[in-house]
Nanobody
Framework: VQLQASGGGLVQAGGSTRLSCAAS????????MGWFRQAPGKLREFVAA????????YYADSVEGRFTISRDNSKNTVYLQMNSLKPEDTAVYYC????????????????WGQGTLVTVSS
């Protein structure tokens, strides 16, 4: 499975952007999907996760109410809509997949994308 994250870039504080994660090599319609991020000098942290059907979602407290994870299994793609962005959201964002249940933990995922950088300017 190869995951390709895209959609990062420079955004002003208070703005919005949407990240995409497209998969190849396997359909994702039985995979839980997660988004994580890693800011400079910090550990990679959980952002959001969703079950294979999208009916279960989890969010980090820091993004709850601002970010939305969704998926389109017909396009083999998962999205992260990011609204009301803050400078502290600046990070490289990674998508990940798993055939297990959605998890908030790094070791809950088997495949990782290469990451896309989101920079939020104040």
């Amino acid at each position: 499975v190869q995951l390709q994250a895209s959609g990062g870039g420079l955004v002003q504080a208070g703005g919005s952007t949407r990240l995409s994660c497209a998969a190849s090599g396997r359909t994702l319609n039985r995979d839980a999907m997660g988004w994580f991020r890693q800011a400079p000098g910090k550990l990679r942290e959980f952002v959001a996760a969703t079950s294979w059907g999208g009916g279960i979602t989890y969010y980090a407290d820091s993004v709850e109410g601002r970010f939305t994870i969704s998926r389109d299994n017909s396009k083999n793609t998962v999205y992260l809509q990011m609204n009301s962005l803050k400078p502290e959201d600046t990070a490289v964002y990674y998508c990940a997949s798993s055939r297990r249940t959605p998890s908030r933990y790094l070791n809950g995922y088997d495949y990782w994308g290469q990451g896309t950088l989101v920079t939020v300017s104040s």
